[in-house]
């Protein structure tokens, strides 16, 4: 069987074991295809991660593909039908840990730019790469880090395609051109531990709580708005208790935001105080923020993707902020304009996580589409 450029370096990404925060010599692999295309590669590695930023040309407009190496853990392998690192096509469809999410993207963004530099020497602007091996972890030293790194140097982004699994059921029938807020808390609710059989000496905080809790479950947070949905709550670990006959003396709760720009952290903070405080309750509570929403309105980057996909694959993409977080909240800030854009997200995450084989290459050309609309001369 004879395979295309892009599948025949998917496979090769596939096969080394970049479990987070494992690189496994990915982006040494992407490299060797980037430096003969004129790219300058600078490995930046911060704690634990290794990460790529590469760049061809020192003009602006900057064009950056941003991504991930690194795959979340298999889970046990005898449940997988083939190796997860030992990638094989059967009926159509290419099979291995990271084939969707993101290894199949990294190859479309490689070939694209072979066959685009090929085509245009001399393009316009600047094409960079930004790379890591931390986004499926803590995403602590990776893509942050490089953008703060870029940030100080005052090296700037104009766009950035970021190649996360976006489409539904058909490549190119989504773009994500946002996505909503993550914020987590971490509440802890005091009460005096005790025997069940004298109440009265003791204070049962899942009791005192309950209320609270159903309240904070109940409460409508805001109503979304044209370009998110409504802002979710969701509790994610309740624990409290020591023994069948103690009333236990405290109440962990961890519960997460997923918000749109009706609402910002702070707002959502003091809300939840004021339910708190409302019910009488003696606590302490600890915020973790993941990202803020962000929102890629229609301009340059949107329409050549919208007009690329339409023109490789006659569809009509849509565009959706919804699903969790990515690295994106990271360069948002930093003015660049946001797109995600990838395979079929059907089987990420999952055993035997696969994508349609012929969608890579489809991929690849609207990748290179988005380069000849962006930067051709």
Known sequence: ????????????????????????????????????????????????????????????????????????????????????????????????????????????????????VARYPNHRGSIAYLITSDEEGPAQHGTVKVVETLEARGEKMDWCLIGEPSSTHQVGDVIKNGRRGSLHGYLTVHGIQGHVAYPHLAENPVHKAAPMLDELARTVWDEGNEFFPPTTFQITRVEAGTGSNIVPGELLVHFNFRYCTENTADTLKEKVLAILDRHDLRYDIQWHLSGEPFLTARGALVNAAVESIRTITGRDAELSTSGGTSDGRFIAPTGAQVLELGPVNATIHKVDECVKAEDLDILSDVYEEILVRLLAP
Not at 19 to 25: M, W
Not at 48 to 73: C, I, K, M, Q, Y
Not at 92 to 101: F, I, K, N, Q, S
């Open 1 to 116: 069987m004879t395979l295309s450029p892009t599948l025949e370096l998917a496979m090769d990404l596939i096969r080394r074991r970049s479990v987070t925060p494992e690189d496994a010599g990915c982006q040494e692999l992407m490299m060797s295809r980037l430096a003969p295309l004129g790219f300058r590669g600078e490995h930046l590695r911060f704690e634990d991660t290794d990460n790529l930023w590469a760049r061809r040309g020192s003009e602006g407009p900057v064009l950056a593909f941003a991504g991930h190496t690194d795959v979340v853990p298999t889970g046990p392998e005898k449940n997988w039908s083939h190796a997860p690192f030992e990638p094989v096509i059967q009926e159509g469809y290419l099979y291995g840990r990271g084939a969707a999410d993101m290894k199949g993207s990294l190859a479309a963004f490689v070939t694209a730019c072979e066959r685009f």
